[in-house]
């Protein structure tokens, strides 16, 4: 077999070159249309009936360069192109290229992309929830009282970290922007400017929690839960010192997925939540501890996962403990980029928070129960977390890319909505039945199993729909169709705010609360979907100036 060359002069470099995308493209699994440069004409016929890549690939001056080998018949099929032949000898021919060998790589290698681009994503969602679960299943051993205390204490320390989450998506657009620039120091300005922020953040948080902590954790729970707000003032200023932490492990974290690397905070997670979990059985169920055991635990895996990753991120040749400060510019340019996630996360974290605060009035086993299904709930929708990350790094190719169809970022977006059908009807079928047949597994009392057994149904409802919504709201924020998902947002909160409190007032008790969270996910789901099969909406308009198309800046 010989290696032959599509390229005219010189007749020996065997080179397909290939335009890289340049540093405001996004990456694509797909091959829509390539252009390939050739060094002169060529105008007669040729038949490529083999397209074979040499491994590996190499990158030379700004092009992505591959061999092709194979022997080139003309189109009578019997005549091969030599090497050393000059480009007089194939005079008259045109390049054909199965165009189909480019665009349609095999669906295996399509799935491998999406999940090495999205499974660190999961571990970012999953660490959180699953730690508060892991204290949720020892605790509820124990005491029904601090099992009921964990309510108000996750929602001061998991859903209040939600609100930063923010640093995460700026860091990894800078990032990943800055590293097709290749410029290594922009890359590492922008990771001190972005550790500094974060770490201001985890300070603040950090005295926030220590000296009005009692009085928020009283104003949510009541007065008169008295048991309650002192277990749950012990949860929250033992986590509590772990803010500066958490924090800075997320920048760093997120720093590392703007780099393409999953391994090093896919370790950290997994020996964070080790820790955790042998933490808690042993603080909490050998040595006693309670409710400050599983605090510690959680604390003490939260520290090491940050200093894991700040360990990864200065392995790949960048100091993790260089801190800047940042320019006013830089800082509004940090909230310009996090703007829409910003207003997502403030109203799940508010409705979530309304959901706890109307099971606390209702008794310490409704409260109970309430905090076993919340946390099921929260550790199974993060699942779906990353078809909202592949469709934010996937669609704006099609959208607005170079090489632009709607048509493609309509198929797309039917593929993801499957999936997410798909993974919604398994999370919802698996995490109904773990509380409904295992319920032993979070608390042996019954009066708390009777009431977990009550929102069975809705819990189902809300679960199966939301992996298909993070799609459709990760596609809209693909378009940057960022007025409408704010305002979708905030008016969700707010119906489902006024349905919560009509439910309550009514005395529906805790089913009340699950069908409030219900008609939430629900209005999500076909706000998004109306919005983008609309014929003005972004799959279907051919005028795109009418939106926002925001374009990453280097800082």
Same mark, same amino acid.
């Given at each position: 077999?010989?290696?032959?060359?599509?390229?005219?002069?010189?007749?020996?470099?065997?080179?397909?070159?290939?335009?890289?995308?340049?540093?405001?493209?996004?990456?694509?699994?797909?091959?829509?249309?390539?252009?390939?440069?050739?060094?002169?004409?060529?105008?007669?016929?040729?038949?490529?009936?083999?397209?074979?890549?040499?491994?590996?690939?190499?990158?030379?001056?700004?092009?992505?360069?591959?061999?092709?080998?194979?022997?080139?018949?003309?189109?009578?099929?019997?005549?091969?192109?030599?090497?050393?032949?000059?480009?007089?000898?194939?005079?008259?021919?045109?390049?054909?290229?199965?165009?189909?060998?480019?665009?349609?790589?095999?669906?295996?290698?399509?799935?491998?992309?999406?999940?090495?681009?999205?499974?660190?994503?999961?571990?970012?969602?999953?660490?959180?929830?699953?730690?508060?679960?892991?204290?949720?299943?020892?605790?509820?051993?124990?005491?029904?009282?601090?099992?009921?205390?964990?309510?108000?204490?996750?929602?001061?320390?998991?859903?209040?970290?939600?609100?930063?989450?923010?640093?995460?998506?700026?860091?990894?657009?800078?990032?990943?922007?800055?590293?097709?620039?290749?410029?290594?120091?922009?890359?590492?300005?922008?990771?001190?400017?972005?550790?500094?922020?974060?770490?201001?953040?985890?300070?603040?948080?950090?005295?926030?929690?220590?000296?009005?902590?009692?009085?928020?954790?009283?104003?949510?729970?009541?007065?008169?839960?008295?048991?309650?707000?002192?277990?749950?003032?012990?949860?929250?200023?033992?986590?509590?010192?772990?803010?500066?932490?958490?924090?800075?492990?997320?920048?760093?974290?997120?720093?590392?997925?703007?780099?393409?690397?999953?391994?090093?905070?896919?370790?950290?997670?997994?020996?964070?939540?080790?820790?955790?979990?042998?933490?808690? +059985?042993?603080?909490? *169920?050998? /040595?006693? =501890?309670?409710?400050?055991?599983?605090?510690?635990? #959680? @604390?003490?895996?939260?520290? $090491?996962?940050?200093?894991?990753?700040?360990?990864?991120?200065?392995?790949?040749?960048?100091?993790?403990?260089?801190?800047?400060?940042?320019?006013?510019?830089?800082?509004?340019?940090?909230?310009?980029?996090?703007?829409?996630?910003?207003?997502?996360?403030?109203?799940? +974290?508010?409705?979530? *928070?309304? /959901?706890? =605060?109307?099971?606390?009035?209702?008794?310490?086993? #409704? @409260?109970?129960?309430?905090? $076993?299904?919340?946390?099921?709930?929260?550790?199974?929708?993060?699942?779906?977390?990353?078809?909202?990350?592949?469709?934010?790094?996937?669609?704006?190719?099609?959208?607005?890319?170079?090489?632009?169809?709607?048509?493609?970022?309509?198929?797309?977006?039917?593929?993801? +909505?499957?999936?997410?059908?798909? /993974?919604?009807?398994?999370?919802?079928?698996?995490?109904?039945?773990?509380?409904?047949?295992?319920?032993?597994?979070?608390?042996?009392?019954?009066?708390?199993?009777?009431?977990?057994?009550?929102?069975?149904?809705?819990?189902?409802?809300?679960?199966?729909?939301?992996?298909?919504?993070?799609?459709?709201?990760?596609?809209?924020?693909?378009?940057?169709?960022?007025?409408?998902?704010?305002?979708?947002?905030?008016?969700?909160?707010?119906?489902?705010?006024?349905?919560?409190?009509?439910?309550?007032?009514?005395?529906?008790?805790?089913?009340?609360?699950?069908?409030?969270?219900?008609?939430?996910?629900?209005?999500?789901?076909?706000?998004?979907?109306?919005?983008?099969?609309?014929?003005?909406?972004?799959?279907?308009?051919?005028?795109?100036?009418?939106?926002?198309?925001?374009?990453?800046?280097?800082?």
């Amino acid at each position: 077999m010989q290696t032959k060359t599509l390229i005219a002069h010189p007749p020996h470099s065997c080179l397909l070159q290939i335009p890289t995308h340049s540093s405001r493209s996004k990456p694509s699994l797909f091959f829509s249309n390539p252009s390939l440069s050739f060094t002169s004409r060529v105008t007669h016929t040729l038949r490529l009936p083999k397209l074979r890549f040499s491994a590996p690939v190499r990158r030379r001056n700004g092009f992505a360069t591959g061999c092709i080998s194979e022997n080139l018949e003309d189109s009578a099929g019997n005549r091969r192109v030599e090497d050393g032949e000059d480009d007089a000898s194939v005079s008259g021919e045109v390049v054909e290229v199965k165009k189909e060998e480019l665009e349609n790589p095999s669906l295996w290698n399509q799935m491998k992309e999406i999940a090495m681009f999205t499974g660190p994503a999961t571990g970012l969602w999953i660490c959180g929830p699953l730690m508060s679960l892991i204290d949720t299943v020892v605790i509820g051993q124990g005491s029904s009282i601090e099992l009921a205390a964990l309510g108000p204490g996750t929602v001061m320390c998991d859903y209040m970290s939600y609100v930063f989450m923010f640093l995460s998506i700026a860091t990894s657009n800078m990032v990943a922007t800055s590293l097709a620039r290749q410029d290594k120091n922009e890359v590492q300005h922008q990771i001190s400017n972005l550790l500094f922020v974060g770490l201001t953040c985890g300070f603040l948080m950090l005295l926030f929690t220590r000296f009005f902590g009692s009085w928020a954790l009283t104003a949510f729970s009541g007065s008169k839960n008295v048991e309650l707000i002192s277990a749950a003032n012990t949860y929250v200023q033992i986590r509590g010192l772990a803010w500066p932490a958490l924090l800075v492990g997320w920048v760093t974290q997120s720093a590392s997925l703007g780099m393409k690397d999953s391994w090093g905070p896919l370790k950290a997670l997994a020996v964070a939540s080790a820790i955790n979990a042998v933490g808690d +059985v042993l603080l909490c *169920s050998f /040595l006693g =501890y309670g409710i400050a055991g599983a605090a510690w635990a #959680t @604390m003490v895996s939260q520290v $090491v996962a940050g200093y894991m990753m700040i360990e990864a991120l200065n392995n790949k040749g960048y100091n993790g403990y260089a801190i800047s400060v940042p320019s006013s510019k830089e800082l509004l340019t940090v909230l310009g980029l996090a703007a829409p996630v910003f207003v997502t996360m403030m109203s799940k +974290v508010a409705f979530y *928070s309304l /959901l706890v =605060y109307f099971a606390t009035s209702m008794g310490t086993n #409704t @409260m109970a129960a309430h905090q $076993v299904m919340i946390q099921t709930f929260c550790m199974c929708t993060v699942w779906g977390e990353p078809l909202s990350q592949t469709a934010q790094s996937f669609m704006p190719e099609f959208i607005y890319g170079v090489n632009r169809s709607l048509a493609k970022a309509r198929m797309l977006l039917k593929s993801l +909505v499957i999936i997410g059908a798909i /993974l919604g009807s398994v999370l919802g079928i698996i995490g109904t039945c773990v509380p409904w047949l295992f319920p032993n597994i979070f608390t042996p009392d019954q009066k708390i199993i009777q009431e977990m057994h009550k929102v069975l149904i809705p819990y189902f409802l809300a679960l199966a729909v939301t992996p298909p919504t993070h799609s459709l709201e990760g596609t809209l924020l693909a378009g940057r169709d960022l007025k409408f998902i704010s305002l979708s947002m905030s008016g969700c909160f707010s119906l489902g705010g006024l349905l919560l409190l009509l439910l309550s007032s009514r005395g529906y008790g805790l089913a009340g609360c699950w069908w409030a969270l219900v008609a939430f996910q629900w209005m999500r789901f076909f706000l998004s979907l109306r919005r983008l099969i609309s014929p003005d909406g972004i799959l279907f308009s051919e005028d795109m100036s009418r939106y926002k198309l925001e374009k990453l800046r280097a800082v």
